[in-house]
């Protein structure tokens, strides 16, 4: 068996270069939101992860808020392209003689800055691109984590002409949903699990979410992964988690409040298991 362990995190224009390298240890492909302040060099140096090549000479550091870094070989993990709005990047995994994954990383614009119909039509727009390069590769193997500024429970994240990304696999086995005489593509988000403050399973308080935000819900979670279905025998939902802390380092206090002189994200974890079975 082989496992590809992913780790997200919204750096919020700091240099945490030490904590990404402690919580990053075992990680093969990292994808950092923000990063403004720590160099490619410097991260190769103290991780050993390479950042993915971009050959769009239109697109730099400054632009692309979602980037990608990898320990992986070329043949591996390679830039695809990246999306029309610098929002978002496509790559490709592909591991042994597995079919081809498309990874995306996404960054969507702040809720501070747009509203809430303004993500509904940035994710309609979004869609139709990841469509058309789904179209364009043949496949619908598709992985899309990064930070959407939106919860799974806002429109952006579920309605049918967005993401329409569902909470239920067997929903999902249906592959797709006709709405109006058209047909949309489902994607499953398994971030809705996390969601609430309580360990059902314990009773015991929880990190609520990877965002905290003094109004409406106050803890969210923007930090997500979701897939088609394709993707979901390859997902090991037991590693999915979001990190509070490393041994060296707490990202959150005893409250479970981020401690916001790190970053006002938490990162995101999971992993990806190729075997043949």
Known sequence: MREIKFLH????????????TELSQNIDILL????????????????GFRKLENFDE?????????????RLEMSEFQ????????????????IGEFEEILIIGMHFPSKMR????NQERVARNCIKEIVNAENKLKLQRTLIVGDFNMNPFEKGMYECDAFNATLSEIKTKGISQKVDYNNYDFFYNPIWSLLGDRNCETGKLKLPGTYYFEKDFYWNIFDQVIMRPSVIPFFDF???KIIEKSKAYSLTDENHQIKTEFSDHLPLTFSLNFSEV
């Open 114 to 117: 747009k509203t809430d119909d």
């Open 79 to 94: 830039y695809c392209s990246t999306g029309h709005n610098k929002r978002f990047v496509f790559a490709s995994l592909k």
């Open 58 to 70: 239109t697109c730099n550091k400054k632009i692309i808020t979602p980037q990608f870094y990898t």
């Open 32 to 47: 950092l939101v923000e990063n403004f302040e720590i160099s490619d060099e410097e991260i190769l140096k103290k991780t």
């Open 238 to 240: 037991k590693t999915l």
């Open 9 to 20: 995190w919204n750096i919020n224009r700091k240099n945490l270069l030490e904590q990404i």
